[in-house]
């Protein structure tokens, strides 16, 4: 499948059909992790961080294909282990490609998304009912009746009603997390 | 709620008018709360959606994982293959059932009549329309074809969601945890395992039409005895008492002639170990069909002609061809023939020396019984999909071919070829005729097979019904599914060279065994993987019983309890003493029963205790009944028994055995064991499972693509030796005048 393709699944909102084509990119980036000290374990984290942020950039409009799916997801993942590594005083050992994305671009989504995943942890701790309509509404963009008929509510109001709510719950952990990591 | 996050969501979602807009903006900017707020509520938003992304990034990847490995491993091939297979095959409704024992106020018979195995065993629920054919296989491997339309009630046929009730007692476990026995009206009965089921629809019972019946298939765990079906009726004291026998219908089930192994016994190893790869049906057909027959007068073993050079230059036959030629069996020769080729010894072929040997085979004339062989061009007409739905398109058929090649005799294959409208056990009969009085041991096996295959006492292929057909589907499906996950597993586990050496040291021997392999837990787990994907792919639920070969059928036109037995003994145990006579002396006794008692240790603190007397070496349950305190039931003379007893208090499950009773007084104690313990106890003659590694060869991936480019180059060449494995009865082309030296 070619990256122009996947990129249009991506668009559409096709991202479970999109993880499982970009499948075929993670062979090179688990070789590269288990050389330098990983497991495989540590590569299938990486590795679906770096379609977390690939998305993520799709999703908002502010990705730009300037090489190869590929090589950008082989980018950050390196970007990522090395990170992880420098936390662990180790380093990191491989060969330096010119058409790799410079760090300091991928250093900047990484921050960004940092902050997400903050907020993604405090959102878990909300309720698993809870968690699936704002799912549903934030990430699928099912609109209320829909929600109302998949979740059992009983009419759109109570399913807005109880969005709003959800939400509440939801800043109210983050804030929470926030000041405590602070 | 929060004062802020209404508006913020609106603005965020774009529904605030341009003039409410930039109010907003103006107050984002001077309002440090309501920035703090807003910029809260984006990133939850963002935490939101991550969560979202990374659930589908996770979902993906593990696809993509799964289809990489099957895209790696060749079986993405079972997708397109089985798309035409649509056999409706209904679900357990209730995957892990924990469903109550007993669900309604009624049995079948419309009684509130209910017996300790209907207390005791969980039902498997399925749903079915009766406006389909459907087929139903159950956790222990029964198969029920049920075809459309096939109930009725009070009022008259009944249409839509049917629901169905399955129970089963298959192990010896299973059995004597549900107390029941297996007595027929006092006499003792072996058993091959026993089932409930009903129908019913919006709790009402159902009847079975008479002229449909639900046509139920029953692994066979007793090859080789006659086997009945008795009917259940509930006792009293909570018993069933098994009575109304009646014998299966021994249909052979059809399968896809092309499926089956027609090949002549060693055909695909021989052509193995020379280095060919016999998972290529057109090579292994193009190789066998070219080897013809050939209708000489002179019969002599070819053998006789092969002799190696010893070190002082002088002819010497070897010492296995000897062997093989006293045995005269043609498969030996051809196998120590071979042999000599691999080791490599300089071979000659030399006029035979008629002077030499004084060998009544060797003179040169008709050796009437073996004419002519089996010709590989008949079996090239049979062997084609215009006999589906013969006699010879089923398992049955193919293990009778088998037996027919060793004989070398092409008048009982005609025999089968030719009885494609009689009943298989007409034909089975006729073929002992056909052997007996022949002298070779080959003969003789041969003879005793077809005897064995007789007493099967197999019929014919069943009416062509759609509902047949539908069933003839599944057991094919299922064997594709389990042949392809075999393939899929063993090319996994020989691309990793660690369990490629182990494995390979397991599957060398010339017949390789599939039993072994499956011992072997690596295997185990892979193939457990591919073969879950592969019906996970076909959207059905996986089955883990694997195809078996003999299957007892036998149409249901009842519901309630069933069983499959056969009779002990024409005895009834109420009797003191017994007139016997022995079968093979003639001789006569009179059997004496004595009583023996069984004390439980503090058999009042359990719920429910039964105990049980197993006469040595049968696959029989008797319950003994309580007597008071005790439990008391009465030993044959002629039995040596062990006995088990089985309690339950709450959930627990004790168990306590005595292994040689003896008349009189016994107690035993409880210990407490868990359901997977109970499994352990496994029928006596259970059925040995298919060797399909056999069929595959393992070879296929230690070759090397230069190898086999090789061997097929020197093809001509092997043609040669390749025929005295065929045909042992084979003289090579050439004028005895020529010598041929043989390529080693």
New interface residues.
């Given amino acids: 499948m070619k990256d122009a393709q996947i990129l249009e699944l991506l668009k559409s909102g096709s991202f479970t059909k999109a993880g499982g084509k970009l499948y075929a990119y993670f062979p090179v980036v688990k070789k590269m992790v288990l050389k330098n000290n990983g497991s495989k374990q540590d590569a299938e984290d990486i590795y679906q961080e770096a379609l977390i942020i690939l998305f993520r950039k799709v999703q908002e409009g502010n990705f730009v294909l300037s090489s190869s799916l590929n090589t950008y997801l082989y980018s950050v993942c390196r970007y990522l282990w090395s990170d992880t590594l420098k936390k662990q005083n180790k380093k990191i050992e491989f060969e330096k490609v010119e058409s790799f994305i410079p760090d300091e671009e991928i250093e900047k989504d990484n921050h960004k998304e940092s902050q997400y995943r903050i907020a993604e942890k405090a959102f878990q701790s909300v309720g698993e009912k809870c968690k699936e309509l704002l799912v549903l509404f934030y990430h699928k963009n099912q609109g209320f009746k829909q929600i109302a008929k998949d979740l059992g509510f009983a009419s759109e109001n109570v399913a807005k009603n109880q969005k709003y709510r959800c939400l509440e719950k939801a800043k109210d952990n983050l804030k929470k997390l926030k000041t405590h990591l602070k | 709620?929060?004062k802020y996050?209404?508006i913020i969501?609106k603005y965020i979602t774009g529904q605030l008018s341009v003039t409410e807009k930039a109010d907003f903006e103006k107050q984002l900017a001077s309002n440090p709360e309501l920035k703090a707020e807003y910029e809260?509520?984006l990133?939850?938003?963002?935490?939101?959606?991550?969560?979202?992304?990374?659930?589908?990034?996770?979902?993906?990847?593990k696809?993509?994982?799964i289809?990489?490995k099957l895209i790696k491993f060749g079986t993405i091939v079972l997708i397109g293959a089985l798309a035409t297979t649509v056999v409706l095959v209904a679900k357990n409704k209730f995957s892990n059932s924990e469903e109550e024992p007993i669900r309604y106020e009624l049995n079948e018979e419309n009684t509130k009549q209910w017996s300790d195995a209907d207390k005791a065993i969980r039902p498997q629920i399925f749903e079915i329309n009766t406006s389909s054919d459907t087929v139903i296989e159950t956790r222990e491997g029964i198969v029920f074809s049920i075809p459309a339309n096939a109930f009725k009630n009070k009022s008259g046929d009944v249409n839509g969601t049917v629901e169905l009730e399955v129970k089963e007692a298959m192990n010896p476990g299973d059995i004597m945890q549900a107390g029941l026995s297996t007595m027929s009206d006092g006499k003792l009965l072996e058993t091959g395992g026993m089932f409930y089921l009903n129908a019913r629809q919006d709790g009402e019972n159902l009847s079975i039409k008479p002229d449909k019946g639900i046509y139920t298939s029953i692994p066979d765990k007793n090859p080789g005895k006659e086997m009945m079906l008795f009917e259940g009726k509930r006792t009293d004291n909570g018993q069933i008492n098994w009575m109304n026998p009646k014998p299966f219908e021994n249909n052979l089930i059809p399968v896809d002639i092309l499926s089956l192994n027609f090949y002549p016994p060693h055909f695909l190893d021989t052509l193995r170990s020379m280095g060919y790869d016999i998972t290529n049906k057109k090579l292994t057909d193009s190789i066998y069909y070219s080897l013809t027959c050939h209708h000489h007068g002179e019969s002599e073993f070819a053998s006789e002609n092969w002799i190696s050079k010893d070190s002082a230059g002088e002819p010497v036959i070897g010492s296995a061809i000897l062997e093989a030629q006293a045995k005269r069996q043609a498969d030996s020769i051809a196998e120590a023939i071979v042999k000599l080729i691999k080791s490599g010894k300089d071979f000659t072929y030399a006029e035979p020396d008629s002077a030499k040997s004084n060998d009544t085979l060797n003179d040169g004339g008709h050796y009437e019984h073996y004419s002519c062989e089996i010709d590989p061009s008949k079996i090239h007409t049979i062997w084609d999909q215009k006999f589906n739905n013969t006699i010879l398109a089923t398992k049955e058929f193919e293990e009778r071919l088998q037996v027919i090649f060793t004989t070398c005799n092409p008048k009982l294959l005609d025999l089968y070829v030719e009885g494609l409208s009689r009943k298989m056990y007409q034909m089975d009969s006729m073929a002992v005729t056909m052997l007996s009085g022949r002298e070779t041991d080959a003969i003789h096996k041969a003879s005793h097979a077809f005897e064995k295959f007789y007493a099967q006492r197999k019929g014919g292929v069943p009416i062509n019904s759609s509902h047949m057909q539908k069933l003839k589907q599944y057991f094919e499906e299922k064997q594709k599914l389990y042949k392809d996950a075999t393939l899929a597993t063993l090319k996994k586990l020989y691309a990793d060279e660690n369990k490629k050496k182990r494995l390979g040291a397991i599957a060398k021997t010339e017949h390789a065994n599939s039993e072994s392999l499956r011992h072997d837990k690596a295997y185990q787990e892979e193939f457990s993987i591919n073969l879950k994907e592969a019906y996970r792919q076909l959207g059905k639920e996986v089955s883990l019983n694997p195809p078996g070969r003999n299957f007892l059928s036998t149409t249901i036109t009842t519901p309630g309890w069933k069983n499959v037995d056969a009779y002990v003994m024409e005895s009834t145990i109420n009797r003191t003493t017994l007139d016997y006579t022995d079968r093979e002396t003639g001789k006569k006794a009179v059997i004496k029963y004595e009583p023996f008692i069984l004390k439980v240790t503090d058999q009042k603190k359990y719920d429910k205790v039964f105990a049980y007397l197993l006469p040595d070496k049968l696959s029989s349950f008797q319950r003994m009944p309580l007597a008071g305190d005790v439990f008391k039931e009465n030993l044959n003379e002629l039995f040596k028994y062990s006995s088990v007893v089985i309690a339950f208090k709450g959930e627990d499950i004790f168990m306590g055995q005595i292994s040689e009773v003896k008349p009189g007084a016994g107690s035993v104690s409880l210990s407490k064991i868990t359901k997977a313990e109970l499994d352990q106890f496994r029928f006596q003659n259970a059925a040995a499972p298919i060797d399909m590694v056999s069929e595959l060869n393992y070879q296929l991936f230690e070759q090397k693509e230069n190898i086999r480019t090789k061997a097929i180059a020197q093809r001509e060449a092997i043609r040669e030796r390749l025929m005295q494995v065929v045909f042992p009865c084979y003289t090579p082309q050439q004028q005895p005048q020529d010598a041929m030296v043989l390529a080693k």
Avoid: H
């Fill in positions: 709620m929060n996050t209404e969501t809260l509520q990133q939850t938003i963002k935490g939101i959606q991550r969560a979202g992304i990374k659930k589908d990034v996770q979902k993906g990847f696809q993509g994982s289809k990489s």
